[in-house]
Every structure is written in C-alpha cells, then in structure tokens.
C-alpha cells in the first residue's frame, strides 16, 4: 500500500511515466528471458581493479574527495587525451571527474542551458537528453537521423538552428545504432558552428569501441571543435564496472567554470576509493586501447551467430549494439516484436522506437553484445529460432 499524502504536486516531466524500458524489464524476469537488451556487461571487470579499490578503503581513502577528482587521476585523463586526440587539457581547470557520465551530461547542461534556449540532438537517443534540457526550461530541438545508415542530415541541422540555439548534443559512437562520426561529420559541425555561441556537448562514452580499424572522431580531435565542446565519458563503460558511477568530462576553463558550479551542488565528489582504483589502473594504456578488439571480436561473433537467423543486421561500426531488422518477415510494431520475443523465445531485446519521442517504428530491434560467449551463443539460438509471422 502507497502512502498518500494532501500535497498537491506539479510535475516538471507530466508525460514521463513507465517506460518501454521497464516493461521489458519485467517481462523478460517473468520469464526469465536471455538478456540482449541492457547495454551493460554481464562479465567481471579486471580483478586489479577490485584490489585497487580495495587497498584504497583499506588504506583509509573514504572520505570526500576534491571536489574536481583526485589530481593524479586528472593527470591521467589528460595525458591519454593528449597522446590520443591531441588537445591538452588544463589538470586544474578543465577536467571534472563525475558521479557517472549521466550526472556529467546533467551538469553541463544544467550549467550551460538557460531558460527559452534551444538545443538540438540526434534521434534515436540516449533517453535522458531531452529531458534532461526541458527540467532547465529549454527546448530540445530533435533531429532524426537517416534511415538504415543511420548519418546526420547537416542540411537539417543549418535549418533547425536559430538564434535561441546554445547547444548541440553529439553521440558518437552512438547508442543505439552503433554508428560513429566521420572526418566529414566533424568538417560539417564545425563549420556550422563556427562565429556561433552553440556548444557542443558530446557524448562519447564509447570512445575505445570502435571497429575494424578505424579511429575515435570525437571532439577533442578536431581544435576548432574541442574549443567550444564539453566531452562525455565513462570509467564503466571502459572498464565494465557501470554499477560504480564514475565519470568524467573535460571542457575550455571558461566552460568548464559554469559545469562544475552545478556539479558541486549535485554530488560535490565522485566516489573516493573507486577515482583511487582507476588512476592506478590507467598507468597501463592497454586497458584501453584493447578494448575495441575485444568488443570486437563479440560483435563478429554474434554477427556470426546471427547469419542464419530470419534477421537482417545493419553494420555496427562502434558501442555495444547492434541493430537487426524485421520488416521483411513481420508487420508486428518493435514493441509488440520485443514482447513476442520474450514470450515465444525467451530473449530479450530493445524496440528502437524507444529511442524517439514520438515513437517512430522502423521495424527494428537493437542488440547488445556486451555479454559473455554463454550468453551470446544462447540468445542468438533463441533468434535464429523464430519463425516468420
């Protein structure tokens, strides 16, 4: 039984409710279904870093944090942006280690949008965006994306930006379609960026997974962008510990001054022990740099898996996903092809029209290969089981 209360509230988000995501995930425990659907990993991270966080609580390491994050992680952030992209970040003033790349997503906004902007993204989107900018009392400006190769239209973008445009939200490599930012792309945003006040807020928690050979276009390598862009990323993603919430986010001072005022009333700190733990850990390049020829490797894999199942896969070119289309034997909605797959099947995926405000459907279904062989091998037998409606 709820308790009741006689306030009266208002909401800020009235048409925020139970969502896709929720469903799915109630279905697939009733059911108990293989879960392809979370963009979490389901295998242990590397055992150094338990110990690290471990010898940092035992070494007493429990208490606040600086505000900013413990320097010497900093140090380290900066210098693998440095060696990566080129651009040198300021230790001092520019780099601000999070609560989870979520709450650096929040702070940049919540400190950079005023009431009455404007600020454009990209669907199908991470889902925390656009609300994200309505709870400053702004207005999110959605794009969509072409469809199958899922590329921005920069045509569009000239024509959404007005002079209440301040930020540009950037996904690269993007959730969920696996795709990723070009030279062009970047070419293209920062020419019509250029004598603007548009920031550019990009996500990039998927810096270290892309594939087949190809570089990381993000911000910070391009100059005229990194001097006008707040940078996303994520220690979970990276290291496969998305339960412990650390992020960080690297900006112009000027930028950055704004990001962190929002931060210190949010969180003040990042959690001590863990920021211990992988600035220890990042004294080794490899435990990124390997990262895109591991995940690799469970993308070819159950692109592998998959060649004999009644889906169609569209390229992932980074991230954890991979999308796979239905319209061919089915005129079920994703929804409805999601929930027939946890209940006939046994798998759970995600609908993609999850991703867009207005519920587009495009008859496709996204995969996460962010799971171990087991998991993998299982979930595709249970695809490649499905029969034609």
């Known amino acids: ?16 409710g139970t969502t896709i995501f929720t469903v799915i995930g ?5 059911h108990k279904a293989i879960n392809l659907s979370q963009g979490a990993p389901n295998f242990p991270c590397d055992p150094q870093l338990i110990a690290g966080v471990t010898r940092a609580m035992q070494a007493g390491h429990n208490q606040y944090a600086p505000m900013t994050g413990l320097r010497g992680l900093k140090e380290n952030i900066a210098q693998k942006i440095a ?13 601000l280690v999070t609560a989870s790349a979520s709450q650096g997503l929040y702070s940049a906004i919540g400190g950079l949008v005023h009431p009455g902007d404007e600020v454009i993204y990209f669907e199908p989107s991470f889902d925390s965006y656009a609300p994200i900018v309505r709870l400053q009392g702004a207005k999110p400006v959605a ?6 190769d899922f590329a921005v239209n920069w045509d569009e973008v000239r024509a959404a ?56 276009h993000g911000m910070a390598t391009h100059p005229q962008l990194a ?12 290291y496969h510990v998305t339960g412990w919430r650390v992020g960080y986010c690297v900006a112009p001072a000027a930028l950055m001054d704004e990001i962190v005022k929002v931060h210190q009333f949010l969180m ?19 435990t990124w740099l390997a990262l895109a020829a591991f995940y690799q490797r ?25 999308l796979a289309d239905y319209s061919h034997f089915s005129a079920e909605s994703d929804s409805e092809m999601v929930k027939i797959l946890i209940t006939d099947y046994g798998v759970a995926t995600i609908p993609l029209s999850a991703f867009y405000t207005d519920g587009t459907d495009n008859k496709l279904i996204r995969l996460s290969f962010a799971k171990d062989e087991a998991t993998l091998r299982a979930g595709a037998q249970a695809l490649c089981r499905v029969k034609p409606r």
């Open 161 to 216: 930006i007005t002079s209440r445009t301040r930020m540009i939200i950037i996904n690269t490599p993007h959730n969920p379609s696996g795709q990723v930012f070009s030279a062009d792309d970047l070419a293209q945003l920062a020419q019509i960026t250029r004598h603007t006040d548009i920031v550019i807020l990009s996500d990039e928690v998927y810096e270290h997974v892309v594939f087949d050979g190809q570089p990381h």
């Open 227 to 238: 001097e006008r862009s707040v940078i996303v990323s994520s220690f979970g993603k990276t």
């Open 26 to 30: 109630q279905l697939s425990a009733q």
């Open 298 to 322: 469970k993308r070819d894999l159950m692109q592998t898996l998959l060649a004999d199942s009644p889906f169609r896969l569209l390229p992932s070119a980074g991230s954890f996903f991979m």
């Open 143 to 148: 794009i969509k994306l072409t469809v199958p």
């Open 83 to 95: 060696d990566l992209y080129g651009t040198h970040y300021d230790v001092d003033n520019e780099i």
């Open 1 to 16: 039984m709820t308790l009741r209360t006689p306030v009266k509230s208002r909401s800020k988000l009235p048409d925020v």
């Open 268 to 286: 003040f700190s990042a959690d001590t022990p863990m920021q211990y733990a992988f600035a220890e850990h990042m004294q080794d390049p490899q």
